[in-house]
């Protein structure tokens, strides 16, 4: 569950030379929106889940 808290780029230091010039990569790019859309969709479900509990 921690791993959905933390960005790639935090996961995956070996690509940090890449998040400043991201858009230069359009493949990696589109990939990394959508799994941050993703993550934050998830993020978002398991915090309503959760107040839905209490």
Not at 9 to 30: L, M, S, V, W
């Amino acid at each position: 569950m921690k791993w959905l808290n933390v960005s790639f780029f935090k996961i995956f230091d070996q690509y940090k030379f890449i998040e400043a010039n991201i858009q230069e990569y359009p493949t990696f790019y589109n990939e990394y929106l959508l799994h941050e859309k993703i993550r934050i969709y998830i993020l978002h479900n398991l915090f309503l889940e959760k107040s839905y509990r209490t």
